[in-house]
């Protein structure tokens, strides 16, 4: 066992390299060869236990790519090897990739989010896995009774048979072009969704199923229906769905984190923190109560917490009778504890609470000095003289007995002794009474304790002191608010405080001087006595027993290992929090150690090629939102359509940042009188990469609209073309559609196109084309760093502006991740 | 905080603009730069807040001693200057008030979010600009009047140790010239700041009373003094001072 703090550190790092240092080969549960023949296609249908119809469809597919040549009047796709593709990946329970294999820019996209190696290896791998199944499975629940579906295909094949058949690729059938055929054949995974008639789905679905590395597949295949007069929003994220919530870590609400922040990680250390995220988060939440449930804490399924496995560290003596297995106290203390995702924790594994190192000594505070604050803390008050124009005063108030008087002369004299003036009297109901208006005494009270009941909190420097005069302090605190009880010729200490945040400072303090206090809350209660309401606010309970380790608490240098008495489930709808923090990458969440969690995206294959189909009937209306941020290493090639009956909407919202190949032009295909369309586009195109996106208004019955507003922002290299196609057939009078694209370019070598492909049968359509290509002005960038912004910051401004009036219409989470990304994306851009 | 410049030389596209200038401002202090269009004021300015396309050919700015050359505009800002610019650009998308938050933390620590919300609130008040600010785009459909008021708000809001304010006054009708110079007096003074008022009308120095007066003209401080300097260029006009 480590002694000092040196050799403690250390041996954190052991553990931490362990966890993190694999390099494993990787081993797929199954994987087909290399390439794509027609035994491929058979194999794939067969291992997913396929229909007849649907393999039909499969090879069906399979030929019309194989008879398509790729296609070469857009971007340059020349670099696809399909025979250098693994068109179905199970995989198993290894992980996958060397760090070696993971691309530069990767790599470099790391650094940039301040990720340590070690982890990058983690979330480099295929690891990254998103329980797609607690999405569905709770949204399942809530809209079942209204009678929606909302599944991953391969399941709807098999539940819903009549439904896919009916609808599979009449949107976009394997004919349409050469990756719509491709996707046909080997799709896996994606999205099944039927609203039935008139039903509205008021929260937005959404699907991670993306990182999900079994259902990501790069060849999803989505399907959405909505009958008619139905209305449901879709989501699909490349968002880390894996955040903390929590109100303390140290003593501080996580929401008010603040990037620069300085906090302590799991090896006791301080690092400051170096981002921060918000993401709204639906769905489990588990709440993990250790023996002292006062420190409770709630966090999503995947962070993860530091842990020692219960079933690790047992005797290897028989088990009792409805006992948990017995742990061996060696076993545990020669345990490396790990980081394990919150929903592999279990009742009776060992969490680590972490009682902080740092030191920093302050003369100010000698012993008199700490007395007093003991004392204060326990039953002293500031408060105001009204009579004496506001003058400040401090007072103490002890309790009647003889015990609490010589306590109360006792402090008269340190007050004293400090060179301050204080007088001592006792009430009319006989209670000791010591008060001051001493300047010096009631700062020092002030200043380090806070002055109410409820918001007594200890300065930072009181937090940092060496743990003996931290003990000082603690033993007046005790005198003066605790009581000591004896069991079992021990004593009990046990103090109560109305304020949570000392609660846990005291407990902290105790866990520096080798003590684990148990923490347990008594919810206040409004009673009536005598007529009169009387409101006790909760009171915090800090107990511990003088001599002994509590209970199944474990101490390890500066660690308790804290057994998990309960795990509950909630389901949460709200937004969630975590940070990150330079170096250790983790943070203490109620005094427990924690590990900060986000999962970039990153494929190792190179080809994404998806189909989503969309029906909207009459009356209905779909609105389909996607975020992709792909690596830089990706062909992302998605075929997207909608078809719109009479007064049916269909908005597309289509958000590009990253790949390296974008091509994709969502598409209405405006088939009843009355429908509308409507598309949404932002592009970023940096260093090499090419955003090809627009959009496809298909205009084929009358009254009918559409909307297509595109803004793409290309910088470096970067390439960013708007291809836009307008068709108006004979038969629809009375059309009306606006175009609009505007784009930006950063720099000399940025590059933007516009592509407008237009074919009007009708004279009566009203048609509007806009387009503008802006640069950033230098007068711009001049203007906003004269008011202290940096180079970068300036830029990243007038990006997000100009991108305003798109990423204002994603809902506000989405907005602020979309925007995250593009400021993650602008910094180095500049010049 | 002490402003110098020193014989500083300031070409544009070979022709030099601003031609050994010397100017010493320190906080506290009201200094007024009077000079006729094309007398190389904004381009004095513009240099010393540090626009990239300006570089002097010789001379010196600094602040309390040290060379301000090599730092970028934010760097200086951080120091303690702001310019009040005579157009200031529109940014579409960016809100205002957003803009502000950002600026404020970028030159100082702890901003309180609340508490900065209710500075711009009673500012923008004092300013009698009459819509609401909150989800406007900065500078964005500001009408000329607004854009002068919404500089000098920034400048109460961020409060910098040396403001120069470019032509705050051009543009703007009597009563919000008043209003306008009412407000720069009140923030000087409030939060210490040292002024360099830049203007070709005596208007709003109705409203001010400058320590230090200095008249340009082909880029060049061709005199200076007291208030008195401002009622001989009242009667005599700028000839009176470039034929000396």
């Known amino acids: 066992m480590p002694e000092n703090e040196n050799e403690l550190l250390g041996y954190a790092d052991e553990e931490y390299k362990e966890r993190y240092g694999f390099s494993d080969k990787t081993e797929y549960a199954y994987k087909t060869e290399k390439g794509l023949n027609e035994d491929i296609v058979r194999e794939i249908s067969k291992i997913k236990g396929e229909p007849d119809w649907m393999l039909e469809k499969r090879l069906t597919g399979y030929k019309v790519f194989k008879s398509k040549p790729v296609p070469t009047w857009g971007a340059d796709l020349s670099g696809i090897d399909f025979d250098d593709v693994y068109y179905y990946l199970k995989p198993g329970g290894k992980k996958e990739d060397s760090w070696d294999k993971v691309p530069e820019d990767i790599k470099k996209t790391f650094d940039k989010l301040g990720i340590p190696e070690a982890e990058r290896k983690f979330f480099a791998g295929a690891e990254i896995q998103y329980d797609s199944e607690v999405v569905y499975g709770h949204v399942r629940q809530e809209l079942e009774k209204q009678g929606v579906i909302f599944t991953d295909t391969d399941s709807a094949i098999k539940k819903y048979p009549e439904l896919v058949k009916k609808y599979f690729g009449t949107v976009i059938p394997p004919t349409d072009n050469k990756f719509a055929a491709l996707n046909t054949a080997v799709f896996s995974g994606g999205s099944f969704i039927f609203v039935p008639k008139g039903v509205k789905v008021t929260m937005p679905l959404q699907a991670y199923f993306r990182i999900n590395a079994e259902k990501a597949g790069q060849f999803e295949r989505t399907l959405i229906i909505a009958d008619e007069g139905a209305d449901v929003t879709y989501i699909e994220g490349c968002l880390p769905a894996d955040e903390l919530v929590s109100r303390g870590d140290t003593f501080q609400r996580i929401d008010t984190i603040k990037k620069g922040d300085a906090v302590p990680t799991h090896t006791g250390r301080m690092q400051s923190v170096n981002r921060t995220f918000v993401h709204p988060h639906r769905g489990k939440l588990l709440e993990i109560l250790p023996l002292s449930k006062g420190n409770g804490f709630k966090l999503t399924s995947e962070h993860p917490v530091l842990c020692i496995k219960r079933n690790k560290v047992i005797v290897k003596r028989q088990q009792r009778r409805n006992w948990k297995p017995e742990v061996s106290t060696t076993a545990l203390l020669k345990a490396n504890a790990e980081f394990v995702k919150a929903a592999d924790l279990e009742e009776g594994d060992f969490i680590v609470y972490v009682a902080p190192t740092v030191i920093s000594d302050d003369s100010q505070f000698d012993e008199t000095a700490l007395k007093i604050l003991g004392l204060y803390l326990a039953e002293g008050s500031v408060s105001a003289n009204r009579a004496l124009r506001g003058i400040k005063m401090v007072s103490f108030s002890f309790g009647k007995s003889k015990k609490e008087g010589l306590l109360a002369n006792e402090l008269n004299s340190l007050i004293q002794e400090k060179g301050w003036k204080s007088s001592i009297c006792r009430s009319k109901g006989g209670y000791y009474i010591v008060s001051s208006y001493a300047k010096e005494l009631i700062r020092l009270c002030e200043d380090n304790c806070g002055r109410g009941a409820k918001t007594k909190l200890l300065s930072q420097k009181l937090m940092k002191l060496p743990p003996g005069k931290q003990k000082i302090l603690l033993d007046y605190y005790w005198k003066g608010d605790g009581s000591v009880y004896i069991r079992f010729g021990k004593k009990l200490m046990r103090a109560s405080t109305a304020s949570r945040f000392l609660a846990y400072q005291i407990q902290e303090i105790l866990a520096r001087n080798g003590i684990f206090a148990n923490l347990n809350v008594r919810k206040g209660s409004v009673d009536t006595i005598l007529g009169r309401k009387i409101k006790r606010s909760d009171q915090y309970i800090i107990e511990y027993t003088e001599g002994k380790e509590t209970g199944e608490v474990r101490r390890n240098g500066n660690r308790f290992y804290v057994p998990i008495k309960q795990i509950k489930t909630h389901y949460f709808d709200d937004l969630v929090y975590n940070f990150g923090v330079d170096k250790d990458e983790s943070y203490l969440v109620k005094g427990f150690a924690v590990h900060n969690c986000t999962a970039p995206i990153y494929m190792s294959s190179s080809l994404h090629s998806a189909v989503v189909e969309i029906i909207v009937h009459k009356d209905a209306q779909v609105k389909y939102v996607t975020i992709q941020n792909w690596s830089r290493n990706v062909y992302n090639l998605v075929t997207q359509r909608a078809f719109a009956y009479e007064n049916a909407r269909m908005t597309w919202i289509d958000a590009n940042i990253g790949s390296r190949v974008n091509m994709k032009y969502p598409s209405v295909y405006l088939k009843g009188r009355g429908a509308s369309g409507e598309i949404l586009s932002v592009a970023v195109a940096g260093e090499n990469q090419i955003q090809d996106s627009g959009g496809k208004m298909l205009h084929l019955a009358p009254d009918t609209t559409s909307k297509i507003i595109s803004k793409s922002v290309s910088k470096k290299n970067g390439v960013a073309s708007y291809r836009g196609q307008l068709y108006i057939a004979k038969n629809a009078a009375n059309v009306k559609s606006t175009v609009r694209c505007d784009a930006l370019l950063l720099n000399k070598e940025s590059k933007t196109n516009t592509y407008p492909y237009m074919d009007i049968q009708r004279e009566d359509a009203t048609i509007t084309h806009e387009a503008a290509v802006g640069k950033i002005g230098e007068e711009q960038l001049f203007y906003l760093m004269s008011r202290g912004l940096t180079e970068e910051e300036a830029l990243t401004t007038v990006v997000l502006g100009f991108l305003d009036p798109l990423t204002k219409a994603l809902p506000m989470e989405y907005s602020v991740e979309l925007k995250r990304l593009i400021k993650l994306d602008t910094t180095g851009s500049v010049a | ?244």
């Open chain 2, 1 to 244: 905080m002490i402003l110098e410049v020193k014989d500083l030389h300031v070409p544009i596209d070979g022709k030099e603009i601003v031609g050994g200038v010397n100017l010493k401002v320190n906080q506290g202090e009201v200094h007024v730069i009077m000079g006729h269009n094309g007398s190389g004021k904004t381009t004095l300015a513009k240099t010393i807040m540090g626009y990239p396309k300006l570089k002097p050919t010789a001379g010196d700015i600094l602040v309390d001693g040290q060379s301000i050359l090599a730092l970028t505009p934010d760097k200086r800002a951080k120091l303690g200057l702001f310019l009040g610019f005579q157009n200031p650009v529109e940014v579409e998308g960016v809100g205002f008030i957003n803009f502000l938050h950002s600026a404020k933390e970028a030159v100082s620590t702890n901003v309180n979010t609340k508490e900065l919300m209710a500075d711009i609130r009673a500012d923008a008040v004092g300013l009698k600009m009459v819509d609401n600010l909150i989800g406007r785009s900065l500078n964005q459909g500001f009408s000329g009047g607004e854009k002068k008021k919404a500089e000098v708000l920034q400048m109460g809001v961020l409060r910098p140790k040396i403001a120069i304010l470019d032509e705050p006054d051009s543009g703007l009708d009597i009563d919000a010239v008043k209003v306008v110079a009412e407000n720069i007096n009140a923030f000087s003074k409030k939060y210490n700041i040292g002024l360099v008022i830049i203007t070709h009308y005596s208007r709003i120095l109705n409203y001010m009373d400058p320590q230090f007066v200095h008249v340009m003209a082909n880029g060049k401080i061709v005199a200076e003094g007291g208030k008195e300097i401002i009622e001989k260029l009242e009667k005599e006009g700028y000839e009176s001072f470039t034929k000396q």
